[in-house]
């Protein structure tokens, strides 16, 4: 599905809906099926291991569980992580989750 911009320009569904991310002002998630997550608003990577990735977020923690996670991309602010994700939770930043 596509729409014209102002400009005359064609705009996919896929790039509206990621263009609706990059302005939110709270850290969004999306989860792709079972092997891929996307983090929009991510601050730093705090914990890295192939059971576990940790993200700090605006606020609180975001942490993905699962086997042979790996990040395959980190840009300005927006974090990729592929693997069999099996949970995703938030902690809050006062459960000893924060690197010194």
């Known amino acids: 599905m596509e729409r014209r911009t102002g400009r005359g ?22 989860l792709c099926g079972e092997g891929e997550l996307t983090a929009y608003g991510c601050r730093r990577i705090v914990l890295y291991t192939q ?34 994700i099996r949970a995703i939770r938030y902690l809050e930043k006062t459960e000893g989750n924060e690197a010194p």
Do not use: H, Y
Not at 57 to 77: E, P
């Open 9 to 30: 320009e064609r705009q996919s569904l896929a790039e509206r809906w990621s263009q609706n991310f990059m302005i939110r002002s709270e850290p969004t998630v999306v």
């Open 51 to 84: 059971p576990e990735i940790r993200l700090a977020m605006r606020r609180k923690t975001l942490c993905i569980c699962g086997d042979r996670l790996i990040c395959t991309s980190f840009s300005a602010g927006t974090v990729t992580v592929e693997g069999e």
